[in-house]
Every structure is written in C-alpha cells, then in structure tokens.
C-alpha cells in the first residue's frame, strides 16, 4: 500500500471509494511480494500492479465487482494453463489477492496511517482477509511499535484484536509483512480467521562513507532501491549537499566517530547497509573497528583492492578484531560484473546488497536450474493450502 498511499489518499480525502487490491500471500515465482497493491478508482483508473501485468485485469474485474457489492474479497491466481487467454502467472507462481473498498467510512484510519507512515514511524495495518463470518472481512486493526500509544480500528473482538495486535507489532519490528492465522475468535490454535499485517517501518539506512565521486554513485543506487541514505566524510570541501543531492543526510564528521554516535543512540538495526568507501586506512580502519563490533547489520561492505583489503584486514587484526568478526566484511566490495565507471561500480555494490538480502548467488539465472525469485527474510511465507 505505501507506494499507492498518495493517490489512494487523494480519493480517500476526497471522500470517494477506491478498490485496493493487495498480495496477501505469494508462494513458488510470483512476480509481486506480498504487500504490493493496485487499486482501481472512482474514475476506472488504474494505479500499481499486483503482478507486474499477469493478472491485472481480472484483478481490475473482480474490483468493480467488490465496489458495488461492498464485499470484499480474496481470491487466488495460479500457474497458466495452455489456454494463452487464461488467467494466471506465466511465471509459474501463486499468489493470493485480497480486494477491498476503501472509503472514509470502511477505513476511517487512513488519514492517521498516513500521517505516522509520512512522519518515518512505525505502523502496521492488520486486515481480516478470510474468516467464516462475512462481517469480519475487510475489518482492520492499526497497531503502532509502542504498546502504551493508541490504535485504532477492531476485528470485532477482543480477543482477536489483542493477539492480532501483539503479533503485528513483532512483524512491526522486523518490518515484515505476513499473513497470520488464528482460531475463528482470535484463538492461538486453529483455523478460521486469517489476518494479512502490512508492516509500515521507517525506510532501512544507508550509510556510505567516503564523499568520492563512486559514493555518489552509490547513494543515489540506495534512493533508488528506497533507503534512506546518509553520506557521512570529514573533509567538509567533499562533503556537500551539492555533491550529493541525492541523498537524504550529508555529514561532516570522521567515519568512526560519526557510526559510534549513531549505534549509541540506537539509529542502526539489522536493516541498516554500511559501504566503507574512503580505502584510506586512516578513516576506514577505525570505522571498521566500530561496524565489525555492531551486533547485527544487513550489509557491510569495503572498497579497495586485494592488496588493500590484505593490509587493512592485518591492520584491524592487530587491533583485535577477531576472525569471526572480520568475516562479515565484503571486501572486495560488490559483485563481479566487470564494470569500471562508478555507476557500474555502484550497480555491482547494490547487486551484492541484494544478493545478501535475499540469499541469491550472484550467478547468471540462464545458468541456473529452480526457483527464480528467493522467499527471503521480507515477508512471512506460508505454504498453500491443500484443501
């Protein structure tokens, strides 16, 4: 929903109904993670894609009909058969769809989930997508990171509303989504109610050290890929927001000093990516003292040759940095694509950051056998049902 969260709000102010379509659920090669969403307009127009144009328009068919119903929906979109008009994914995946009407009065949280999503807080938005009782469908739940702030909205019963909103607020803090399943009345044990949590955390961070002209490069990959990206370099004649236009923060500050300040104030998490680019050992063996010491990052990456990694790696050594640490470092930083400019070099450094995020390999998919897409740690997968 965050990346439709502008026009469907517009139609939300406006006091319209808008059909949002959302995955609740992909499981083998489907094309979309769960979460992402289309919504169809009071208009007919189309905003997002819930499969990348697979599915589309039976989604888009299935919304009118939920818009003049007023029910919402869940429905599943399989493997293609040999029929080239059929419905499903040429990819063959599974995806499971949620359609629902959104309006001031079936979401009247909306305009306060903006506001926290806007602000950079943490929100999730529990939504029943499937439970034996019509009534439930489409109810939805906010749930904020703190247990003492306010949420909104109800499953129609406590007892679902308070383990619904506990396990939204672990999702929370992983930024994860995923679909949960309960007994019929919020039950720990059971079927009947399932419940989708959209998971609304601040951007992940991207801090790249080293205002040179590949940092550049960098930072405007991390925008691009949606982090939050902060140049940090203490030569204050390099590090401009000229330079740097790109990105969100540029600070003038050493390295170590500056990831020090930001770990004790509790601004890194297992999200966060780190790229040393500055291979000057005076900056980047005092920053890798601190980053090889943080408890958890998603990446941590340097650049500079072999030789230089050799040297800076017996330097952090007599240090004592021990060998396990020192194994979290990607150094050589990036995949080998064979590129030479900084743009090439920035694509090879955020191939890698991928490749670590999801458990790819790196290695051409034409020379690869199975799965294309990898589950990954985004979203809670479930397998499909059997019945």
């Not at 030569?235 to 330079?243: E, I, K, L, N």
Request: hydrophobic share 45%; with cysteine; glycine share 10%.
């Amino acid at each position: 929903m965050r990346d439709v969260m502008p026009e469907l709000l517009a139609w939300w102010d406006a006091g319209a109904t808008v059909a949002l379509a959302t995955v609740v659920a992909t499981f083998h090669s489907s094309p979309r993670p769960a979460g992402a969403a289309m919504l169809v307009g009071p208009d007919a127009t189309v905003v997002g894609s819930v499969s990348g144009g697979c599915v589309e328009g039976a989604v888009y068919e299935l919304a009118g009909s939920v818009v003049t119903s007023g029910t919402p929906a869940l429905q599943r979109y399989g493997v293609s058969d040999d029929d080239a008009f059929a419905v499903g994914l040429t990819c063959g995946g599974v995806l499971d769809v949620f359609v629902a009407p959104v309006s001031r009065e079936t979401f009247p949280e909306l305009g306060e989930v903006a506001r926290w999503v806007e602000a950079g807080e943490p929100v999730a938005v529990a939504t029943v997508i499937e439970h034996p009782d019509p009534g439930w469908l489409g109810r939805r739940r906010v749930v904020t990171a703190d247990a003492a702030d306010a949420v909104g909205g109800s499953l129609a019963s406590e007892r679902a509303d308070a383990a619904v909103a506990d396990d939204a607020r672990g999702l929370l803090a992983l930024g994860q989504n995923g679909t949960l399943t309960y007994g019929p009345d919020g039950e720990r044990r059971g079927e009947g109610l399932r419940v989708f949590v959209e998971s609304f955390a601040p951007r992940p961070r991207m801090i790249v050290f080293g205002a040179i002209d590949f940092a550049a490069a960098v930072a405007r990959m991390g925008t691009f890929l949606g982090y939050h990206v902060t140049v940090c370099d203490a030569r204050p004649v390099f590090a401009t927001r000229a330079r740097f236009p790109e990105a969100d923060a540029v600070v003038v500050d050493w390295p170590h000093r500056y990831l020090a300040h930001e770990r004790d104030a509790g601004r890194l998490d297992e999200r966060t990516v780190i790229t040393v680019l500055t291979h000057d050992p005076k900056f980047d063996v005092p920053l890798l003292e601190v980053a090889l010491r943080l408890p958890s990052l998603a990446y941590l990456g340097a650049m500079g040759s072999r030789r230089t990694h050799e040297n800076r790696t017996a330097r952090l050594r007599q240090a004592g940095v021990p060998e396990e640490e020192l194994a979290r470092l990607a150094s050589p930083i990036g995949l080998d694509l064979g590129g030479r400019t900084p743009e090439e070099t920035a694509i090879a450094i955020a191939a890698e950051i991928v490749a670590v995020r999801w458990g790819g390999s790196g290695e051409r998919l034409s020379s690869r056998a199975g799965r294309i897409h990898h589950a990954g740690p985004a979203s809670v997968v479930n397998e499909p049902p059997t019945h």
